[in-house]
């Protein structure tokens, strides 16, 4: 690495952590933070706690590891990586939540990415208590889609594709 | 935003309890509760609106109903720029429902005429892209009022039906509509006529991409007029003038890619065309008879441009386009994507090149030609991998389409080419297909999981699938609103449930709620999706617990219902070989009996077995074969019709497959277990076609017609009619030479019933004038059938070990003559007391047939038969060991009934200790 520099970061609970800079950096708003001077004492994330910018750290530093080899097996590597981090028997769902959180407020993408897309495999799981009352809405096209599934000529058509 | 996020957790916490475990924390800013309950809605609006990117409509609506502001958020412009509608027949009203959210929709996609009339009413004037398929029907009043509404229109593309009723005029109408217009791509037209083309030309400036494939005739002079072309398809359109091509099309002074794939386009206009244009750098003749047709043909090796056939290496042909490239072979598409993307004209051109190239894919594996062997496994497989991988969502399902198609030899038998889906596994294709369906859109759900179900007839490919997490993916699937995907999942579960292996996985994964759930969900309509679901319950009901799964899930009454109400002949089929499934496991589980009382169940499919389809007659035979084990289902099928039904079955199926032929006479077979049955199924006609179908030369056929006559010969009526209808000679052919003992043994077995005697009384009771001669007709018969019962008996009796157990009362001895003796399957029957009682009664008999009712009891006692305590029972109860004893004692007995009789009271003291021992 070029740059061995060190930054402090210190999260809501006052707990503080040192990290390298290239790992620091995954992070936009940290970037921004840094290429604006204002890192030169520890980086307050009043917004973070520990617990979960521990995650986060673990998550960035993996990830600029994983940038330096670079090729194609290690990408797949890494996506197993990432589904065993947000696994969801692992990390409940007041974690997903805070890593959403976080992941927004530091402006990781590919943190945001994947904490989103887990939550939207738990929706399409039905894994995801939204809410229990359902409430008065008029909008929704899924409630008219029941009614408007029907046959139609193209079934015909699909015969050469069966199994 | 985190003074707000405070703000409500605060509000929060006052409603709920902290939980101990976190109070460490509760006087820090914590966003999110802590007693395990996640209010979700105090996310950042811009993370909603990307959660909602990640998911289809429905789970959209549903999350849009969590609170106002996500219902507002859900309403966001930039998640409604682009459109899917080909899972639902789009009307005019469900249109009009939609266009308050379309006001900045770009793009479209819609499936049949009918949704193409509706699009107006979404009233989107921004759209950008309309692409469409299932066209035939699309008139050019349609597509002509589509374009005038729609002035901004880019890309318009039709297809790969043909679009038969389209002509020049729409085309017209959209070059005056759409001055915007880049990209248009038409099927089927039968006449692309010069002024349509001109018009084109003159009123769309940017117009740089157009195909017109599969049509019948294009004006090729016109189209060489259209300067701003950079990319042209002609892709199986005839009638083109080549010799015209050759000398118009190499002047278009930016036409970088040319599509001439399944044309009959020779190697004259090829070359011509390579050489002469200045621009053209892709040049794509896939399935090309002609030019291929031409073993002298040599490819122009010119320096940035490339010649793609089946005959051409086509990764290297892409990689010699790069002119600063490091990538080899099959990389080049995946380093193009993964680069930065500088190079505009590049992307364009393989953009174009990734479109292009699935579609003439995905035709030849629809036409599977001959002769691709080697082209599929070194360069079709490889390519449909990567194009399932591309940026373009229609490019990525007609990839995976094409991977369902090309491993398809024959669809009738459901048969696929193994080397081609092993190619598919190798390369990594199940990943990619599983990627896929776990995606949210559902047209790249449906194609994937289609994929899975047809490669998945290879087992190897079937076993990666579940190593992969294949059959959690397609239960859910299978649980989808939309029946596109609900059918292929269910078409998935229908080929993994094969065999042993993946039925408990699939349970284990839901799938069998699933796919109940499927059938209840799609009752009014979609023979496809209630044909894969019930196929696939069938499957699974083979296991016994996976049948109790089936029971348990409501499954019993989903198919009845199907099997009484739905018109479908595929349908139909499953859905009674799913009952009869279900029914196969006997006094094991309880579905035999729940089956027989669902309401109307037997009734359907007694009326199923009159079915002009032969499939659905063969598996409603089936079940009621299989219900018939179950005395109150017996007694039902036989008040229900279904002796009528099943006699009628019997006399038609003569030339039927033996597979009906088998269940017909299994179906008589069950039902004739009671007298009352067997007297009926003699009196509606029934024992000629079981005498027909004892002649047949398959074994399964024969057999359950030789237990069908035998079962039918206990009662003297029946017994004559065999004789008379010539039954005799069959039942000594099959007696003294099938294949099966089991066939031999009820052969023979049939006839000592028939010749034991209370046919005689019956047959003088029963006649006048002609007695004399029936009763010479019946001697012959009786020698004949004795003398075989006889021979047979002599098979199954080994001399030596006869000996020794005559000479010796030792055990070893008589075990060895049960060990020659035994005939295995003969466990399986189980005879009522009636039964029992006559062959004790037979033991008295003075001929051949004591050693045959010896014989047969010795069948039905030995130690660990099925039903043998049930027999050693009746037999106490009927006092069979002094018989047996006065048999085995007797000196003027042949020595194979004294032998036998001596094992058979072996056997009865057996289960005596037994059950003594039991109690």
């Given at each position: 690495?070029a740059?061995s520099r060190k930054?402090?970061?210190r999260s809501?609970d006052g707990?503080?952590?040192?990290?390298?800079?290239?790992?620091?950096?995954?992070?936009?708003?940290?970037?921004h933070?840094?290429e604006?001077?204002?890192?030169?004492?520890?980086i307050?994330?009043p917004?973070?706690?520990?617990?979960?910018?521990?995650?986060?750290i673990e998550?960035?530093k993996?990830?600029?590891?994983?940038s330096?080899?670079?090729d194609r097996?290690?990408?797949?590597?890494l996506k197993?990586?990432?589904a065993?981090?947000?696994?969801?028997?692992?990390?409940?769902?007041?974690?997903?939540?805070?890593?959403?959180?976080?992941a927004?407020?530091?402006?990781?993408k590919?943190?945001?990415?994947?904490?989103?897309?887990?939550?939207?495999?738990?929706?399409?799981?039905?894994?995801f208590?939204?809410?229990?009352?359902?409430?008065?809405?008029t909008?929704?096209i899924a409630?008219r889609?029941?009614?408007l599934?029907?046959?139609?000529?193209?079934?015909?058509?699909?015969?050469?594709?069966?199994? | 935003?985190?003074?707000?996020?405070?703000r409500r957790?605060?509000?929060k916490?006052?409603?709920k309890?902290?939980?101990?475990?976190?109070t460490e924390f509760?006087?820090?800013?914590?966003t999110s509760?802590?007693?395990?309950?996640?209010?979700?809605t105090?996310?950042p609006?811009?993370?909603?609106?990307?959660?909602?990117?990640?998911l289809?409509?429905?789970d959209?609506?549903?999350?849009?109903?969590?609170?106002?502001?996500?219902?507002?958020l859900?309403?966001?412009?930039?998640?409604w720029?682009s459109?899917?509608?080909?899972?639902?027949?789009c009307?005019?009203?469900?249109?009009?429902?939609?266009?308050?959210r379309?006001?900045?929709?770009?793009k479209?996609?819609?499936?049949?005429?009918?949704s193409?009339?509706a699009i107006i009413?979404?009233?989107?004037?921004?759209?950008?892209?309309?692409?469409g398929d299932y066209c035939?029907?699309?008139?050019?009043?349609?597509l002509s009022?589509?374009a005038a509404r729609?002035?901004?229109?880019?890309c318009l593309?039709?297809?790969p039906?043909f679009?038969?009723?389209i002509?020049?005029?729409?085309?017209?109408q959209i070059?005056f509509?759409?001055?915007?217009?880049?990209?248009?791509r038409?099927?089927g037209?039968?006449?692309v006529q010069?002024?349509?083309?001109?018009?084109l030309g003159?009123?769309c400036?940017?117009?740089?991409?157009?195909?017109?494939?599969?049509?019948?005739?294009?004006?090729e002079?016109?189209?060489?007029n259209?300067?701003?072309?950079r990319?042209?398809?002609?892709?199986g359109?005839s009638?083109?003038?080549w010799?015209v091509?050759?000398?118009?099309w190499?002047?278009?002074p930016?036409?970088?890619?040319?599509?001439?794939?399944?044309?009959?386009?020779?190697p004259?206009a090829?070359s011509?065309?390579?050489i002469?244009?200045?621009?053209?750098?892709?040049?794509c003749a896939?399935n090309c008879p002609v030019?291929e047709g031409d073993a002298?043909?040599?490819v122009p090796k010119?320096?940035?441009k490339?010649l793609?056939?089946?005959?051409?290496?086509i990764f290297e042909g892409?990689?010699?386009?790069?002119a600063?490239?490091t990538?080899?072979?099959?990389?080049?598409?995946?380093?193009?994507?993964?680069?930065?993307?500088?190079?505009?004209?590049?992307?364009?051109m393989?953009?174009?090149?990734?479109?292009?190239?699935?579609?003439?894919l995905l035709?030849?594996?629809?036409?599977?030609?001959?002769?691709?062997?080697?082209f599929w496994?070194?360069?079709g497989?490889?390519l449909l991998?990567?194009?399932?991988?591309?940026?373009?969502?229609?490019?990525?399902?007609r990839?995976?389409t094409?991977?369902?198609?090309f491993?398809?030899?024959?669809?009738?038998?459901?048969?696929?080419?193994?080397g081609?889906a092993e190619?598919?596994?190798?390369?990594?294709?199940i990943?990619?297909?599983?990627?896929?369906?776990?995606?949210?859109?559902?047209?790249?759900?449906?194609e994937?999981?289609?994929?899975?179900?047809?490669l998945?007839?290879?087992?190897?490919v079937?076993?990666?699938?579940?190593e992969?997490?294949?059959i959690?993916?397609?239960?859910?699937l299978a649980?989808?609103m939309?029946?596109?995907?609900?059918?292929?999942?269910?078409g998935?579960?229908w080929?993994?449930?094969?065999?042993?292996e993946?039925k408990?996985?699939?349970?284990e994964?839901?799938g069998?709620?699933?796919?109940?759930?499927?059938i209840?969900?799609?009752s009014?309509?979609?023979?496809?999706?209630?044909?894969?679901?019930?196929g696939a319950?069938?499957n699974l009901?083979?296991?016994d617990?996976?049948?109790?799964e089936v029971?348990?899930?409501?499954g019993?009454?989903?198919l009845v219902?199907?099997?009484r109400?739905?018109?479908?002949e595929?349908?139909?089929?499953q859905a009674?070989?799913?009952?009869?499934?279900?029914?196969?496991?006997?006094d094991?589980?309880?579905?035999?009996?729940?089956?027989?009382?669902?309401?109307?169940?037997?009734?359907?499919?007694?009326?199923?077995t009159?079915s002009p389809?032969?499939?659905?007659?063969?598996?409603a035979a089936?079940?009621?074969?299989n219900?018939?084990?179950?005395d109150?289902?017996?007694?039902?099928i036989?008040?229900a019709?279904?002796?009528?039904?099943?006699?009628?079955?019997a006399?038609?199926?003569?030339?039927?497959?033996?597979?009906l032929?088998e269940?017909?006479?299994?179906?008589?077979w069950?039902l004739?277990?009671?007298?009352a049955n067997?007297?009926?199924?003699?009196?509606?006609?029934?024992?000629a076609?079981?005498i027909?179908?004892a002649?047949s030369?398959?074994?399964?056929?024969h057999?359950?017609?030789?237990?069908?006559?035998?079962?039918l010969a206990f009662?003297?009526?029946?017994?004559?009619?065999i004789v008379?209808e010539?039954?005799?000679?069959?039942?000594?052919?099959?007696c003294?030479?099938s294949v099966?003992?089991?066939?031999r043994?009820?052969a023979a077995?049939?006839?000592?019933y028939?010749?034991?005697g209370?046919?005689d009384e019956y047959a003088?009771?029963g006649t006048s004038?002609?007695?004399?001669?029936?009763?010479?007709?019946l001697d012959?018969s009786?020698?004949?059938?004795?003398?075989h019962i006889?021979?047979?008996i002599l098979m199954f009796s080994?001399?030596?070990?006869?000996?020794?157990?005559a000479?010796s009362s030792?055990?070893?001895?008589l075990?060895e003559?049960?060990?020659?003796?035994?005939?295995?399957?003969a466990?399986?029957?189980?005879?009522?007391?009636?039964?029992i009682g006559?062959?004790?009664?037979?033991?008295?008999?003075p001929?051949?047939?004591?050693?045959?009712?010896?014989?047969?009891?010795?069948q039905?006692?030995i130690?660990?038969?099925?039903?043998?305590?049930?027999?050693?029972?009746l037999?106490?109860?009927?006092?069979?060991?002094?018989?047996?004893?006065a048999?085995?004692?007797?000196?003027?007995?042949?020595?194979?009934?004294?032998?036998?009789?001596?094992?058979?009271?072996?056997n009865?003291?057996?289960?005596?200790?037994?059950?003594s021992?039991?109690?």
């Open positions: 690495m740059s930054i402090t970061l809501s707990e503080s952590f040192e990290v390298e800079e290239a790992v620091a950096v995954e992070s936009q708003t940290i970037k933070m840094i604006d001077d204002c890192a030169d004492n520890a307050p994330l917004n973070v706690t520990s617990k979960i910018l521990a995650k986060v998550y960035c993996k990830h600029v590891d994983a330096k080899a670079e097996v290690n990408d797949e590597d197993a990586w990432d065993a981090f947000i696994k969801v028997d692992q990390v409940d769902q007041a974690t997903l939540f805070d890593l959403i959180l976080a927004n407020y530091l402006n990781i590919s943190l945001l990415d994947l904490t989103c897309q887990t939550v939207a495999d738990m929706i399409k799981g039905n894994l208590p939204v809410r229990n009352e359902w409430l008065n809405f909008f929704s409630n889609e029941l009614v599934v029907c046959l139609t000529e193209w079934v015909a058509h699909r015969r050469l594709f069966c199994s | 935003m985190s003074r707000r996020l405070r957790v605060s509000r916490g006052k409603e309890v902290v939980a101990h475990g976190y509760e006087e820090e800013v914590s509760e802590r007693n395990g309950h996640v209010d979700w105090c996310l609006d811009d993370t909603v609106i990307q959660l909602f990117s990640c289809n409509y429905r959209r609506a549903s999350l849009a109903s969590a609170c106002k502001t996500w219902r507002c859900s309403a966001s412009p930039c998640l720029n459109l899917d509608l080909r899972a639902h027949r009307d005019s009203t469900m249109a009009s429902l939609l266009a308050s379309c006001m900045n929709l770009q479209l996609r819609f499936r049949g005429a009918e193409a009339d009413f979404l009233q989107a004037r921004s759209l950008r892209e309309i692409t035939r029907k699309i008139t050019d009043a349609t009022v589509i729609h002035e901004l229109l880019e593309q039709l297809g039906d679009c038969e009723r002509t020049s005029d729409a085309v017209k070059a509509c759409c001055p915007k217009l880049t990209k248009l038409l099927s037209i039968r006449d010069g002024d349509a083309i001109n018009a003159k009123h400036p940017h117009l740089t991409d157009v195909g017109f494939l599969d049509c019948l005739k294009v004006d002079v016109a189209l060489g259209v300067a701003s072309l990319f042209l398809s002609v892709a359109t009638n083109v003038k010799g091509v050759s000398h118009v190499h002047k278009l930016n036409l970088v890619g040319l599509d001439v794939s399944r044309a009959d386009v020779g004259a090829v011509r065309l390579l002469s244009s200045q621009s053209l750098k892709v040049l896939l030019l002298n043909f040599a010119i320096k940035g490339s793609l056939a089946h005959f051409t290496d892409i990689t010699s386009l790069f600063d490239t990538s080899k072979g099959k990389t080049v598409f995946l380093d193009w994507r993964n680069s930065k993307k500088t190079h505009k004209s590049m992307d364009e393989m953009t174009w090149f990734e479109w292009i190239l699935s579609h003439s035709r030849s594996a629809e036409n599977n030609p001959q002769g691709l062997d080697d496994l070194k360069q497989a490889p991998l990567i194009l399932m991988q591309s940026s373009q969502e229609d490019v990525q399902e990839a995976a094409g991977l369902a198609t491993v398809v030899i024959d669809d009738e038998h459901a048969s696929i080419d193994r081609r190619a598919v596994m190798r390369d990594g294709g990943r990619l297909l599983l990627d896929l369906a776990k995606s949210w859109r559902e047209g790249l759900q449906s994937a999981a289609k994929a899975i179900a047809n998945s007839v290879n087992v190897n079937a076993k990666a699938v579940a992969e997490g294949g959690d993916i397609l239960a859910s649980r989808s939309n029946r596109l995907v609900a059918e292929e999942a269910a998935g579960l080929n993994l449930s094969v065999g042993e993946h408990g996985a699939i349970a994964a839901g069998v709620k699933a796919l109940v759930d499927l209840f969900k799609w009014s309509g979609g023979d496809g999706v209630l044909e894969r679901a019930a319950l069938a009901a083979a296991d617990k996976c049948s109790m029971a348990l899930a409501g019993v009454h989903a219902m199907l099997a109400n739905c018109k479908f595929g349908v139909q089929e009674a070989r799913a009952l009869a499934n279900l029914a196969a496991h006997g094991s589980n309880g579905n035999n009996a729940a089956v027989g009382q669902e309401v109307g169940a037997l009734e359907a499919l007694v009326q199923l009159r389809h032969e499939g659905v007659r063969q598996e089936g079940a009621l074969w219900l018939s084990f179950d109150r289902n017996r007694e039902a036989a008040s019709g279904g002796v009528e039904a099943l006699v009628a079955l006399q038609t199926c003569s030339n039927a497959s033996p597979g032929q269940r017909a006479a299994g179906a008589l069950g004739s277990v009671s007298e067997s007297v009926a199924i003699g009196r509606e006609g029934g024992v076609p079981l027909a179908l002649r030369d398959a074994e399964d056929v057999e359950t017609a030789a237990g069908a006559l035998w079962n009662n003297p009526g029946n017994a004559l009619r008379e010539g039954g005799v000679p069959a039942l000594v052919h099959l003294s030479s099966s003992k089991m066939a043994f009820m077995l049939a006839l000592a028939m010749f034991d209370r046919m003088l009771v004038s002609e007695s004399t001669s029936k009763i010479v007709s012959g009786r020698r004949m059938a004795l003398k006889e021979a047979f080994d001399r030596q070990a006869f000996t020794a157990a000479s030792a055990p070893a001895a075990a003559v049960t060990e020659g003796a035994r005939i295995q399957e466990g399986h029957l189980r005879c009522s007391g009636a039964e006559r062959f004790i009664s037979m033991l008295k008999n001929s051949v047939l004591k050693a045959c009712a010896a014989f047969a009891l010795l039905f006692t130690p660990g038969g099925r039903h043998a305590l049930h027999h050693a029972k037999m106490q109860n009927a006092g069979a060991a002094r018989v047996l004893r048999t085995a004692a007797a000196a003027t007995a042949p020595l194979e009934a004294k032998i036998f009789a001596r094992i058979v009271l072996r009865l003291e057996h289960h005596q200790a037994e059950s021992k039991g109690i």
